[in-house]
């Protein structure tokens, strides 16, 4: 069958990559970058690196977040792997230069990919490495991959058509099983099921079809019940196992990385904004209201464990600040209390929490006891938040949904865009959210009270 899809993108990429590292190393560091062994590390630890990190298993779909994240690891390693080898061999070098030089070449690395990207989707768009497509189904999941195809030319799928028993889209050319004399009589390089509409019969005949002519075969779930989008396939030797996700977080580097970062950013704002805030503030929450500077809370965090949650105290003293969350107009809320809910600034001592690790700079908003124990029983999949650290901020927060939940469906959703925070984590992710956070702050919002 002939594919219109190229076999030759991951290569190019490689080669050019390959020819920019050596091209700077051989103009800026002769007298360092000689030697067969030199030269044989260094294109072989980049290769190694890509390798375990997937840098070149870029899919159409793919965000442009996760680009970034990918391109900043790698050089992140190979800059450590890089030095290493000096360091291993004993070798004296200018550091400044070397810096300078793998500065070049991650520059023109990332401006070498950039173009290529924007190059393959205008190719794409203008009708190139396409793949043709059918759609096995009609209900709501298949009409929203229909329009998300229709609304990305940019992703390079071209659909023949659609088929279903109901008879319902405009696109609709038959029943299912007639789609299998048509993806003879056609090329066709995928077949998109949704698995709703299938019999467990039917399912199997889709597999051996596509595994017999060589169509790559994907399943849609009923996306009513399965918030996840990560599942993956493990094995038991060579026993199959399906898992319902796989997070970023499994990895240990990824780990380090966002612990790194959060050590970094919590060490920056007690050094340089806590130390001179809080003795301000500790003179105008005291001259308005009796009580302590700080404000502490127990709240469920990482496996559910429980730590206190720090804030500058926003509210007169009361017996029911661990119950009933601030509302509206809340007349427990002080002058001085205010301003600092309405800035987030109640919520900057939670840097302590990040640097003793019971935190992170962003994840899942940490919730009371009282409501994790209420919406753990009627809110599905609520517990899943509690796979990581929770967050100062987060992708639920910059979203609209933070502060009072004034109704189930505020908690769905939170749930929803937390558990899709959780499965497609990455740095530049994080540093979007950071970004929004700031914005909405200096923006203002409805719910900041």
Not at 34 to 43: D, E, L, M, P
Not at 83 to 107: E, G, R, V
Not at 313 to 333: G, L, P
């Amino acid at each position: 069958m002939n594919k219109r899809y190229s076999i030759y993108i991951k290569p190019i990429s490689i080669i050019a990559n390959l020819v920019i590292i050596n091209f700077f190393l051989k103009l800026f560091l002769q007298e360092s970058y000689s030697g067969f062994w030199h030269i044989a590390f260094t294109n072989l630890s980049w290769l190694i690196i890509s390798y375990h990190l997937d840098f070149y298993n870029i899919r159409r779909y793919h965000k442009n977040t996760d680009l970034l994240s990918r391109l900043f690891l790698q050089f992140l390693i190979f800059t450590f792997v890089y030095f290493a080898y000096y360091s291993l061999t004993n070798k004296s070098i200018n550091s400044i230069d070397h810096i300078k030089t793998l500065a070049y070449i991650f520059l023109s690395i990332s401006v070498f990919r950039s173009l290529y990207l924007f190059a393959l989707k205008k190719y794409r768009i203008e009708g190139g490495n396409f793949r043709n497509i059918i759609l096995i189904g009609s209900n709501r999941s298949m009409q929203n991959v229909n329009h998300f195809i229709e609304e990305h030319p940019e992703l390079g799928y071209k659909i023949l058509g659609s088929f279903s028993n109901d008879f319902k889209g405009n696109k609709c050319i038959g029943t299912i099983n007639s789609s299998f004399d048509y993806s003879k009589n056609h090329v066709v390089d995928e077949i998109i099921c949704s698995i709703s509409e299938l019999t467990k019969e039917q399912i199997k005949k889709f597999i051996d079809f596509t595994d017999n002519n060589l169509i790559v075969l994907k399943l849609i779930p009923d996306a009513k019940d399965v918030y996840t989008t990560k599942m993956v396939v493990e094995y038991f030797d060579y026993i199959p196992i399906l898992s319902l996700r796989k997070i970023p977080f499994d990895d240990s580097i990824n780990q380090f990385f966002k612990r790194f970062i959060d050590v970094l950013l919590s060490l920056f704002m007690i050094l340089f904004v806590l130390s001179w805030l809080t003795p301000l503030l500790f003179i105008l929450v005291k001259i308005e209201s009796k009580g302590p500077l700080f404000f502490k809370q127990t709240r469920d965090g990482l496996n559910g464990e429980t730590f206190e949650c720090y804030k500058y105290r926003s509210m007169q003293m009361n017996s029911f600040s661990n119950e009933i969350q601030a509302t509206k107009n809340d007349t427990r809320v002080t002058k001085i209390g205010s301003f600092l809910r309405r800035t987030s600034i109640d919520e900057l001592p939670q840097f302590l929490n990040v640097f003793i690790g019971e935190m992170s700079v962003v994840g899942p908003r940490p919730l009371m006891l009282s409501q994790t124990k209420k919406y753990s029983k009627i809110v599905d999949k609520f517990m899943v938040r509690h796979f990581i650290k929770p967050g100062i901020t987060g992708l639920a927060q910059v979203k609209g949904f933070r502060g009072e939940v004034e109704k189930n469906e505020d908690m769905e959703n939170r749930v929803k865009l937390d558990i899709f925070y959780i499965e497609n984590w990455s740095f530049f992710l994080d540093l979007k959210i950071i970004g929004q956070t700031i914005i909405n702050i200096l923006k203002g919002e409805d719910k900041a009270y």
